[in-house]
């Protein structure tokens, strides 16, 4: 069964929590139906099915890639108990050349060794500008 401590090792230097190398260690992770909360809330937020969740993660990725060549994502990978964290930031410049720098907080909780929870926090930027 995984624990949190040999997933965040695998998981170091795979890149963003959306990244194909990372995808490839978490989708098998996955449980059938996880809950996804966002802070602040989304309309994504609920129960959702292991395929919706892995469809829409390479959609992210590839949309963004598409709409911003510059983009650079990048995550470090944390055990915090039976949890693994990944601490993201992404940053480009968006169509109509605007920078874009957030960070995220993304928790994946285990429960008998799958994922069944992923909860993303959105770090606030410090300039409200």
Do not use: N
């Not at 983009?71 to 990944?86: F, I, K, L, N």
Request: hydrophobic share 40%.
């Amino acid at each position: 069964m995984a624990d949190a401590q040999s997933i965040a090792a695998q998981l170091q230097g795979t890149g963003d929590t959306v990244d194909e190398a990372a995808l490839q260690v978490l989708g098998p992770l996955y449980a059938d139906q996880i809950e996804l909360a966002h802070e602040p809330r989304s309309e994504a937020d609920g129960v959702v099915a292991r395929q919706w969740l892995l469809d829409v993660s390479v959609r992210e990725r590839d949309t963004f890639a598409e709409s911003m060549p510059d983009v650079r994502r990048e995550a470090t990978w944390e055990a915090r108990g039976d949890d693994v964290v990944a601490r993201r930031r992404v940053r480009g410049t968006t169509p109509d050349g605007k920078a874009l720098d957030f960070d995220s907080e993304v928790t994946y909780v285990l429960r008998g060794g799958v994922i069944t929870r992923i909860s993303v926090v959105s770090v606030p930027d410090d300039d409200p500008g």
